[in-house]
């Protein structure tokens, strides 16, 4: 359950349960257990994990399940009292207690390769930098959950890198709670940039490298400058502001100004007009005026960003956000996302508009050979979060290729494009 990060520690504990001698079972019927990796980051996750943990308990009363296992975030989060809410569990850990996990089954734990989980499309990886954070905004659970920030030596990741192009990944996606923390507590000079220079010297030229969720008060222009030159490094940056008026950054204990965040932006677009940026806001937080509300929306206008996920405020339990007066109604927040969304829609249809006659190096994905359709993405798309290239007349392309195409349409999200010299649709 959860984000990509929670993707990674799932693939870890397959590892770890093939090497305590389990076997993986292909469906949840033919299985003896089932454990859920559970995600606690907000209100709507826990009770999306509970649901689940319950349709367990109920197959477990009818004996369709002889155990359950919980891991993860809400146990990080929730534990105790989960234990005494779901008796019927029967293997608790927290995330990354992979020691815990191995005691279960009565064995040591002994560090392993990474397993694949069923969905998992082999062509595009996630790569975790380090675990935990220490921005401490105001409204997010995750420092309570995970930790301080703890990144993995230079040397480890550049390992496991390694392994995973060897088993067929031709895309890493770096993910961390921020990958501009990387290396702060390690010392000796280690930072995000040293990581992808050792990352650089040691992968092959034709696998890309993706940056996920940087915090915008640690993007400068040195870090732009290496990702619009390196021809591995995507000219992609998923940089999360979550607002611009500066005194509900102060509030939501973000150290951004307005004006640093309008300049990340605008340098990565004259460095390169087509550089592919993301991000996510968080609408109707706790005494957001309208008036701050609309300075959202004329950042939106200005920047012209590629991609935005929008969310409402979530008062989540522990968190000082929770705790501020002038908390905002269900109905505006929601009503709020609405036009965020609906501008957005609008900017992005407009930026997909700007690639038709271009030519794109996609990564193939998927084939759909009775339409006639490959699908896959370019650099502007990262898994799960953004859209897709649909290529017409793709369906001889092999899986996990990559291919040049031109773009000849495109939505809101999608783009669509040919394969140079063929007929088109």
């Given at each position: 359950m ?6 990674v520690d ?62 993860g ?18 293997l ?5 207690e992979?020691?815990?996990?191995a ?6 734990f002994a ?7 069923p969905e998992?499309?082999p ?17 997010c659970t995750?420092?309570?959950i ?14 496991e ?11 890493l996606?770096?993910?961390?709670q ?8 390690l ?16 992968l092959?030229?034709d ?5 996920l ?15 619009a ?11 999360p ?12 204990n973000?150290p ?15 460095v390169?007009?087509g ?6 806001l ?13 300075r ?24 000082p956000?929770a705790e ?17 969304l ?7 249809k ?8 271009k ?16 699908w896959?993405?370019?650099?502007r ?6 859209g ?12 996990g ?22 007929q088109?649709?």
């Amino acid at each position: 359950m959860g984000c990509a990060k929670n993707s990674v520690d799932s693939e870890k504990l397959l590892g770890v349960l093939s090497g305590v001698g389990l076997e993986i079972a292909p469906d949840i019927a033919s299985a003896d257990m089932a454990i859920v990796n559970t995600c606690g980051f907000i209100q709507s996750a826990v009770e999306e994990n509970v649901d689940v943990i319950l349709d367990l308990e109920r197959m477990k009363e009818k004996g369709l399940l002889k155990r359950i296992g919980v891991v993860g975030c809400l146990v990080n989060r929730y534990g105790e009292e989960l234990k005494k809410e779901l008796p019927s569990v029967d293997l608790w850990a927290k995330a990354e207690e992979w020691g815990d996990v191995a005691a279960f089954f009565d064995q040591t734990f002994a560090p392993g390769t990474r397993g694949v989980l069923p969905e998992t499309n082999p062509w595009s990886r996630y790569l975790k930098v380090g675990e935990g954070c220490d921005s401490r905004c105001s409204y997010c659970t995750i420092p309570s959950i995970r930790g301080r920030s703890r990144s993995v030596p230079i040397r480890v990741l550049v390992d496991e890198a390694v392994d995973l192009v060897r088993a067929g990944a031709r895309e890493l996606c770096l993910v961390g709670q921020d990958l501009t923390l990387y290396g702060a507590d390690l010392g000796g000079g280690t930072c995000l940039r040293a990581l992808l220079t050792a990352l650089d010297g040691e992968l092959p030229p034709d696998v890309w490298i993706r940056l996920l969720y940087l915090h915008p008060s640690r993007v400068n222009e040195p870090l732009i400058d290496i990702v619009a030159e390196s021809p591995r490094i995507l000219s992609y940056l998923d940089i999360p502001i979550q607002h611009v008026d500066e005194d509900i950054l102060r509030r939501m204990n973000r150290p951004d100004s307005e004006g640093n965040i309008r300049r990340v932006f605008r340098y990565a677009r004259c460095v390169d007009p087509g550089f592919a940026l993301r991000t996510t806001l968080i609408a109707g937080f706790p005494g957001e005026s309208e008036a701050q509300f609309n300075r959202v929306l004329a950042f939106l206008e200005e920047a012209e960003i590629d991609r935005v996920g929008v969310f409402p405020f979530s008062a989540e339990e522990g968190t000082p956000a929770a705790e501020m007066p002038d908390q905002l109604d269900e109905d505006i927040k929601n009503d709020r996302c609405r036009r965020l969304l609906a501008l957005q829609a609008e900017i992005s249809k407009e930026r997909q508009l700007g690639f038709i006659g271009k030519r794109m190096k996609v990564l193939v994905e998927e084939i759909q050979p009775g339409e006639g359709l490959a699908w896959g993405r370019s650099y502007r798309e990262a898994p799960e979060v953004d859209g897709l290239v649909g290529i017409h007349g793709g369906e001889m392309i092999e899986e996990g290729s990559f291919v040049e195409v031109l773009v000849t349409d495109a939505d809101e999200y999608d783009l669509f494009a040919e394969i140079p010299g063929s007929q088109g649709p």
